[in-house]
């Protein structure tokens, strides 16, 4: 059980366009979703939370109008970067937390390059 | 949160040997911590957690030490094998909110 799905599994785009990334719950609902980034040989930085029907909220650096979350669902949520740039390509993970349970589920992730 | 190291510290274990891979944290209001595996190109998978009123956890050839004294935490692993070669990171919750910070990492090299 906890299963956490990301698609695409990668993804290149041109620099200016936007692309959007869906991380799914597949056996649970789940209220609470987090995005992170990982540059190449890095740890993961938390980008945002996601809660069900609500906005987002964004940590420190992280632009909100460039990274766009919806979370419209108790088992979506989505990262939509705009008007990508090549500094934007990272590999980017969701996690889910089930409620009443301390841990996080990661997804298996999603390469952004920026061309 | 804690700061991202910029490079990833490597730790080069024999096949059969026991593995030691070490975190320091940095906010005593932590009151939850984990550790992931990542392999390349993959999402972290959880390996085990310990909360902190508790010192020890073990798992199926993994046991967590938590050390609150000195802001210490470290995962052993036995009998490591070819298959545990991955980059290992620590994660802490603090009290009351429900966000994870990682580590900086450490990879693990297992040669046959």
């Known amino acids: 059980g906890a299963v956490v799905s990301q698609h695409p599994s990668w993804v290149i785009c041109k620099s200016g366009t936007s692309v959007k990334i869906e991380c799914r719950s597949l056996d649970f609902q789940a209220t609470t979703m987090f995005w992170y980034r990982q540059f190449p040989k890095q740890s993961l930085m938390l980008m945002a939370t996601?809660?069900?029907?609500?906005?987002?909220?964004?940590e420190q650096g992280v632009e909100k109008d460039k990274f766009l979350i919806n979370h419209a669902s108790l088992t979506l949520s989505t990262l939509t970067v705009t008007s990508a740039h090549p500094e934007d390509s990272s590999f980017y993970i969701c996690?889910?937390?089930?409620?009443?349970?301390?841990?996080?589920?990661f997804g298996p992730g999603t390469r952004l390059t920026v061309t | 949160g804690e700061s991202v190291g910029l490079h990833l510290p490597t730790l080069s274990v024999q096949e059969g040997d026991n593995s030691i891979i070490n975190c320091a944290y940095s906010?005593?209001?932590?009151?939850?911590f984990i550790w992931y595996k990542q392999e390349s190109g993959k999402g972290p998978q959880f390996i085990i957690d310990i909360r902190s009123n508790m010192d020890k956890r073990q798992g199926q050839r993994v046991t967590v030490l938590l050390n609150k004294t000195v802001k210490h935490l470290s995962l052993q692993i036995a009998a490591t094998q070819p298959g545990d070669s991955a980059v290992y990171f620590c994660a802490e919750k603090l009290r009351g909110y429900s966000t994870l910070t990682f580590g900086k990492g450490t990879m693990l090299l297992v040669s046959p």
């Open positions: 906010n005593s209001a932590s009151d939850y």
């Open positions: 996690s889910a937390r089930v409620p009443g349970v301390r841990e996080q589920y």
């Open positions: 996601s809660n069900e029907g609500s906005k987002a909220t964004y």
